[in-house]
């Protein structure tokens, strides 16, 4: 599996440098992501630019990347470009749960954005 992270202070990039997000993959990008909010990335932006084609099992590990991020920080897909797993966001209805963000620049102003907020509801409570 090729891949790519672009860790700073806030958020990190982890850019899938694969065509396919299928069941060949998917454990090893599983665990990259248990990896990662292990390692404590609050924030989590994935680039899938070179991505073409997703199965069932590609959707299962952005699924697991949502949930463990969800209640903790941000998980934020970019560049959903190519038309065939657009189309099986769009039928699995997963567009509705899924934070899917144009670019990487917009996909960072989001997550920096989210944890402002986070940080102020946080002073709130104090």
Same mark, same amino acid.
């Given at each position: 599996?090729?891949?790519?992270?672009?860790?700073?202070?806030?958020?990190?990039?982890?850019?899938?440098e694969?065509?396919?997000?299928?069941? !060949?993959i998917a /454990?090893? #990008? $599983?665990?990259?992501?248990?990896?990662?909010?292990? *390692?404590?990335?609050?924030?989590? &932006?994935?680039?899938?630019?070179?991505?073409?084609?997703?199965?069932?099992?590609?959707?299962?590990?952005i699924?697991?990347?949502?949930?463990?991020?969800?209640?903790?920080?941000?998980?934020?897909?970019?560049? !959903?470009?190519? /038309?065939? #797993? $657009?189309?099986?966001?769009?039928i699995?209805r997963? *567009?509705?749960i899924l934070?899917? &963000?144009?670019?990487?620049?917009?996909?960072?102003?989001?997550?920096?954005?989210?944890?402002?907020?986070?940080e102020l509801?946080?002073?709130?409570?104090?």
């Amino acid at each position: 599996m090729k891949i790519s992270l672009d860790k700073k202070e806030k958020y990190s990039i982890l850019k899938l440098e694969e065509e396919n997000l299928n069941s !060949v993959i998917a /454990p090893d #990008v $599983k665990s990259e992501f248990v990896f990662l909010r292990n *390692e404590g990335v609050v924030n989590l &932006i994935f680039d899938m630019t070179d991505v073409k084609y997703v199965d069932s099992s590609g959707l299962s590990a952005i699924l697991t990347a949502n949930r463990l991020w969800n209640g903790y920080g941000s998980f934020v897909m970019t560049h !959903v470009d190519h /038309p065939a #797993v $657009k189309k099986l966001i769009e039928i699995s209805r997963l *567009e509705t749960i899924l934070t899917i &963000i144009p670019t990487v620049q917009e996909s960072i102003d989001f997550v920096m954005m989210e944890e402002l907020q986070r940080e102020l509801t946080k002073g709130e409570e104090d």
